[in-house]
């Protein structure tokens, strides 16, 4: 089986060739397989958050790109308190110890393409997520979801806290949630990345 790798990048640090795939790979994921209102620019979905106050979480295995994720420190401007601000009722948080994570992805084709369908590739996105929690100090991460990828969440191990739940649309039902860093979730997503309940 080959190995994955993350890289964690600052905005302004992420090489050129890395960040038009990533950005590529989200119009494919967000506009076009999933049909998100999200700003298009060329071949590319990009928006005014990813800037200087972003880092992100880039999988990889033989160097291609199959996975990654947004991060954004709720000091900064962030979505919750953007466009997924009029969803819910609660406000978001504003604590330097805690992030907001966003355009969470993991592009199938190339997954299957580079035989990891048996990994639980999704499991260890959230995996290093947490992990990056870890390393910074933090004491959780906020995230707007679906309820399939509130499932997904839940069964690959991270126990969360609903904050508050609304609507995107009069048909789709979005929670915020907040994902706390702690041993026992650590402990939980190891455990799905090894195999024993695999998911995602």
């Known amino acids: 089986m080959e190995e994955i790798a993350c890289a964690v990048y600052k905005y302004l640090d992420i090489p050129s060739l890395v960040k038009d795939d990533l950005h590529v790979l989200r119009k494919e994921t967000f506009k076009d397989r999933l049909g998100w209102k ?53 406000e978001g948080p504003v604590e330097r110890a805690i992030v907001e994570s966003s355009r969470f992805f993991v592009d199938k084709k190339r997954v299957r393409d580079l035989n990891l369908s048996g990994m639980s590739v999704a499991a260890m996105l959230l995996f290093y997520m947490h ?34 739940s609304g609507e995107a649309s009069p048909s789709e039902v979005v929670h915020l949630l907040s994902l706390p860093i702690s041993i026992e979730n650590k402990s939980n997503l190891s455990r799905a990345i090894s195999g024993r309940r695999v998911c995602g």
């Open 131 to 164: 992990d990056y929690g870890v390393k910074n100090g933090l004491d959780s991460i906020i995230t707007v979801v679906s309820h399939s990828m509130s499932r997904i969440i839940k069964m690959n191990g991270w126990n969360f806290l609903k904050i508050d």
């Open 38 to 90: 999200v700003k298009i620019v060329g071949d590319q979905e990009i928006d005014e958050y990813d800037n200087h106050d972003t880092v992100y979480l880039v999988l990889s295995c033989k160097n291609v790109t199959v996975g990654g994720v947004r991060l954004i420190n709720t000091t900064r401007p962030y979505m919750v308190q953007g466009p997924f601000k009029s969803f819910f009722k609660k």
